[in-house]
């Protein structure tokens, strides 16, 4: 409440072979993923895709989100998760060292 | 309020060379434009590129989608802005006849 939302876009690519895999395993999430999704300030958050590209769309409502991503990267599930589609992902060379996923920027936005 | 939120994921491409002056004219967008997005039900609308590939995502919020589009093509300053955009973007052939972006689908979502 109050404070400001960042909002990120994000790409990646899925490996042609595994998208009925990664679309079936996103349909039905573990739940326990969600909640540390939710603990660690994640909102309204979507993944798109087109043939080989994903892409996702999230707010960030937290205070600190370089500590909120160290407790999402420390959880126990959410490394079993990222084990599965880490996997099934190939990542673009030029994302950020330590990210999976590109972050590219907002060029518009209205609320 | 108490109404669906549908939201939206969309592809375009931007011409190379226009690159530049697309994201300047989206960096001062004209207040008719955002006026008439508002009107259309439109909210929370983002657009991210990653080389020449645009990604839009935005939330409708209204109950008829095709009769707030049709209003926001019939806005003569819409009109005017697409006539500028549509020459910087390439749209991909593949997008629903009659449509300018690419709509893709959502394969995952939290709120």
Same mark, same amino acid.
């Given at each position: ?6 909002? +990120? ?7 042609? $072979? ?8 996103? &349909? *039905? #999430? ?24 994903? +892409? ?7 205070? $600190? ?8 990267? &420390? *959880? #126990? ?33 209205? $609320?």
């Amino acid at each position: 409440v109050g404070g400001a939302v960042r909002r +990120f876009g994000q790409l990646i690519n899925v490996k042609p $072979d595994r998208i009925d895999e990664y679309e079936r395993l996103h &349909a *039905d #999430p573990w739940p326990e993923v969600l909640d540390q999704i939710r603990r660690s300030n994640i909102r309204n958050y979507s993944i798109y895709r087109h043939a080989d590209l994903l +892409f996702a769309y999230f707010e960030y409502i937290g205070q $600190d989100f370089a500590a909120d991503m160290t407790a999402m990267a &420390a *959880d #126990p599930v959410i490394q079993e998760w990222w084990a599965r589609t880490d996997a099934m992902q190939d990542p673009f060379p030029e994302r950020t060292p330590g990210d999976w996923w590109l972050t590219i920027p907002e060029i518009f936005h209205t $609320d």
